[in-house]
């Protein structure tokens, strides 16, 4: 992983953890997702324009990853309304570069070095710390032990769903000979399904209760094309476990608009999970 590819997903990770907090801060989730996944759409739709047209081989791998994403999208909704951003979005985010080392290194023969290992199960041990003090802390808002444990249950299937179209985008970008074309066509393919499935269900009410969320949900898919575009093309340039474990560095990032924005608790323990989280990184560049 050169300093250039480091620097991208680094870069990713702040961009990620930015459109999560918004589609965390728009109340109603149906309204937040369908606007950051058309808007997402119609931006992917522009960059059609002037991308060239992936491979052939690319193909299959974009149809299976844009029904992953909007099992993604639909996974993150339910997490985002059961639980608070500081509890749900490390779960999610934690849970997936363990899964991803484990399918690239048993599918995709990828091996890694001391320093990458240690910097992957590093960054996923302090994510997870940084989870169960959201479930345990005092900062929490107090809730019934089913609805705790649904939105851990919704977390972790997120985190599954990310290791799942990491690795799905990571063999497919590399065989579709252009990152962006590739960003584009998954955009169009992925951003149309949630937004019609929103018109079906709201109908006439849809467009007057987007109007009041609409530039930020629009930033929000900026954001998310902006994050996922550089990942992708990281992915083209280092194995998948060493991106996929320094993307989840967005989880300190998300750690600060928690406190921050939505004032919710950080603490000593969180900050020593950080503090790992920032060592697994470390390790993951020293190893580069």
Known sequence: MTPLVALAVLVAAVTHAGWNAIAHDITDKLVAFTLISGGGAVIGALLLCVAP????????????????????????????SLGDFGQVYPIARGTAPLVVTVVAAVALSESLNGWQAAGVCASSAGLI??????????GAAPRGAAIRAAAIRAALATG????AYTVVDGVGVRRSGTPIGYLAWLMVLEGLLIPAYAVYVRRGRLAAELRPRAALGLLGAALSLTAYGLVLWAQTRADLAP?????ESSVIVGAAIGTVVFKERFGAPRIAAAALVVAGTALLLHSG
């Open 53 to 80: 047209l992936p491979h052939a081989g690319a193909w299959p791998y974009l149809a299976v990853s844009a029904v992953v994403h909007v099992a993604y999208y639909l996974l993150l909704m339910r997490s985002f």
């Open 129 to 138: 710390a940084m989870a169960l003090w959201g479930i345990r802390g005092r």
């Open 160 to 163: 599954l769903s990310i290791a």
């Open 243 to 247: 991106v996929a474990a320094l993307r």
